[in-house]
């Protein structure tokens, strides 16, 4: 099976303008989670979607948003970018939520806001 | 924050050695995975132990979880060249209606010197 798949995989953006990252799971795969990664915080939950509903959402602001279609296929989108928002997001499939279940993570997607 | 902390943060050794990391967490939890991140890219999912086991091994790798301390630790065996990467260890968190989460630590800078 082909891995998790992540475009752009990389992206260069200035402040203030918005964002969409899309995230394609594993074929079977229904859950769909998204992270951030930042030197200084390290790796941080985002949210996670299962058949197209939002599960679970991190400590994020509201400017962080996803969705995910009847495909399994998701989008995360980040509006009125900040300096911070620079980071490494990676997209992480799983056959099903919860349970003792392995997440693939996808190669990622660089973002830098200048 | 993280649940995790790794120690030691960084690790340098010569090829043949064998590398010992260690995770500790904070909250009580259902198992516990281990992962590898070569610069900067995906996470590679390396071994998953449940909490009710003290021990898994993998090829070169071997993980031992000791719930009482809330610690695991990664050993890689007879370590090559193409272990050189960054150690997550990552414990699962649940939100509402059993949805996952993995909350990570702040990793092991792995070098392997030739």
């Known amino acids: 099976k082909a891995g998790v798949t992540q475009t752009p995989r990389y992206l260069i953006k200035t402040r203030g303008q918005q964002v969409t990252l899309s995230c394609s799971p594993i074929s079977g795969h229904r859950s769909v989670s998204w992270y951030q990664q930042t030197p200084g915080q390290g790796l941080q939950f985002l949210f996670e979607y299962f058949s197209e509903t939002q599960r679970n959402k991190g400590n994020f602001p509201g400017r962080f948003s996803g969705r995910q279609f009847s495909n399994s296929r998701s989008e995360m989108n980040v509006s009125t970018l900040e300096l911070g928002d620079s980071a490494l997001y990676l997209c992480?499939?799983?056959?099903?939520?919860?349970?003792?279940?392995?997440?693939?993570f996808g190669p990622g997607t660089r973002l830098l806001v200048l | 924050s993280q649940q995790g902390e790794e120690d030691p943060q960084a690790l340098s050794i010569q090829e043949g050695e064998n590398a010992t990391m260690n995770c500790s967490y904070k909250t009580s939890i259902n198992n516990l995975q281990w992962y590898r991140q070569n610069s900067g890219r995906g996470l590679v999912h390396l071994i998953l132990?449940?909490?009710?086991?003290r021990e898994k091994h993998s090829g070169r790798l071997r993980v031992t979880l000791d719930t009482s301390k809330k610690s695991s630790s990664l050993l890689i065996t007879a370590s090559r060249a193409a272990d050189t990467a960054s150690y997550f260890c990552a414990t699962d968190a649940y939100g509402i209606q059993g949805a996952q989460k993995l909350v990570f630590g702040q990793g092991t800078r792995l070098t392997i010197n030739p």
């Open positions: 992480a499939s799983r056959y099903r939520t919860g349970g003792f279940e392995t997440q693939y």
């Open positions: 132990i449940r909490s009710n086991e």
